[in-house]
């Protein structure tokens, strides 16, 4: 399988517990999404990364929150402190951008995590 | 804020009729729009994208309309079989923004 994948796929944590998900995208992209999704909602963008550079960061993603793509391979999302507020669906996407700088807007998303904060 | 959102939030068909879901936007810079197919603890599936300058995209069993004027955009599938069943989703975005900004949904359920 050469789609996105997302380890682990569940997560059950205690509030105050501090969780790390992980992202393997397809190989050949260069650009990394992190999306989160609550029941009967769209899924909202958090942050992106180009390579290894995170180029943006939606205000949803508190300081509890903090991603990484140390080699512009794989990302990892980790929250801290974790919130009853933050049991969601995290999802993982990543397109190709060309040499142009223009990304290619066909984002393929992962299985994604569900993380439960009880 | 700008937005996406769907006209309805649910839509039952009969197994081989024709399906036509809605969705809206806001953002008039907006030149790019996706239709997103989710089932059940997976994450969504590109189906077919169209830019602000067509208003019409066929695919596989699948058209993408798009009306400029009243800001609609539209998911025709036709022949609907039960593999149909999901939640749509439609995204939007706008030249140079990385983001997708996606609707709330409207799930599509195939009556045998």
């Known amino acids: 399988d050469t789609g996105v994948s997302q380890d682990p796929r569940h997560k059950i944590t205690k509030r105050g517990q501090n969780v790390t998900f992980r992202c393997d995208p397809i190989s050949e992209h260069n650009r990394l999404y992190w999306y989160r999704q609550t029941l009967g909602q769209g899924p909202e963008f958090l942050t992106y990364?180009?390579?290894?550079?995170?180029?943006?960061k939606s205000r949803l993603l508190s300081d509890r929150f903090s991603a990484e793509r140390p080699k512009g391979s794989f990302s990892t999302l980790e929250i801290q402190r974790t919130e009853q507020g933050d049991s969601a669906m995290y999802l993982c996407?990543?397109?190709?951008?060309?040499?142009?700088?223009?990304?290619?807007?066909?984002?393929?998303f992962g299985p994604g995590t569900r993380l439960t904060v009880t | 804020g700008e937005s996406v959102g769907l006209h309805l939030p649910t839509l039952s068909v009969q197994e081989g009729d024709n399906s036509i879901i809605n969705c809206a936007y806001s953002n008039s810079a907006s030149d790019y729009f996706i239709w997103y197919k989710q089932e059940s603890g997976k994450g969504p599936q590109f189906i077919i994208d169209?830019?602000?300058?067509?208003d019409k995209r066929q695919g596989q069993r699948v058209t993408v309309l798009l009306n400029k004027t009243v800001k609609h955009l539209s998911l025709q599938i036709a022949a609907t079989q039960p593999g149909d069943s999901a939640v749509y989703f439609c995204a939007e975005a706008d030249f140079g923004n990385e983001k997708l900004t996606f609707g709330t949904g409207t799930r599509l359920t195939i009556i045998p």
């Open positions: 990364f180009q390579n290894e550079a995170q180029l943006e």
């Open positions: 996407a990543s397109s190709f951008a060309g040499t142009s700088g223009r990304g290619s807007y066909e984002q393929y």
């Open positions: 169209i830019r602000s300058n067509m």
